[in-house]
C-alpha cells in the first residue's frame, strides 16, 4: 500500500513540472506563430516589394 502511496505522489509532481514547463513555454512566447512555419517553403526567398513590381508592369 506504501508503494502506490509513493507512485501517486511520483505521478503528482511529474504533473506539476510538465505544467510548469506548459506555462513557461507559453510565457516565453514558444506557441505564437504555428502558421508561418508550415507554409515557409512555400514562400520565395527573397520577395519583391510591391511598388518594384507595378512599376514593372506600367513599363510594357
Not at 512555400?42 to 512599376?55: A, I, R, Y
Request: net charge negative; proline share 3%.
Amino acid at each position: 500500500m506504501n508503494m502506490i502511496y509513493f507512485l501517486i505522489g511520483c505521478s503528482i509532481l511529474l504533473a506539476l513540472i510538465f505544467l510548469a514547463a506548459f506555462f513557461w513555454a507559453s510565457k516565453t512566447g514558444q506557441h505564437d506563430d504555428t502558421y508561418t512555419p508550415a507554409v515557409r517553403i512555400l514562400f520565395e526567398d527573397e520577395m519583391q516589394p510591391e511598388n518594384q513590381t507595378k512599376s514593372d508592369e506600367d513599363q510594357f
